[in-house]
């Protein structure tokens, strides 16, 4: 209900976020009605892009991990590539003998 209510008081349709924040359309209309399986990052990317600002609050008893990995130089993994479906050149049959 959050990010529709933004969306709105923005003027923004839901075709015109989703290009703004690189989404799709059905993405963006999953998240408007609380979706429970949507993509974290590209949930995180549409909200930026609508300007809500998302905080974390870490417990304190994790703070040493945290300052030890990011002095090891720890870096988040990059994005996966995502495969293409190979498409059928073939013509399709319809069954009959010609």
Excluded: N, W
């Excluded at 870096?75 to 069954?95: T, V």
Aim: with cysteine; charged share 30%; glycine share 8%.
């Amino acid at each position: 209900m959050l990010v529709r209510a933004v969306r709105k008081s923005q003027s923004l349709r839901q075709d015109d976020l989703a290009g703004s924040a690189g989404v799709g359309h059905v993405f963006v209309r999953d998240a408007e009605r609380g979706k429970e399986t949507i993509e974290f990052g590209r949930f995180l990317r549409l909200l930026d892009e609508l300007g809500i600002c998302v905080t974390f609050d870490i417990p304190e008893s994790a703070l040493p991990q945290y300052e030890q990995l990011k002095a090891t130089g720890m870096k988040p993994l990059p994005p996966r590539e995502r495969k293409q479906k190979a498409k059928d050149s073939s013509p399709i049959s319809s069954g009959h003998k010609t």
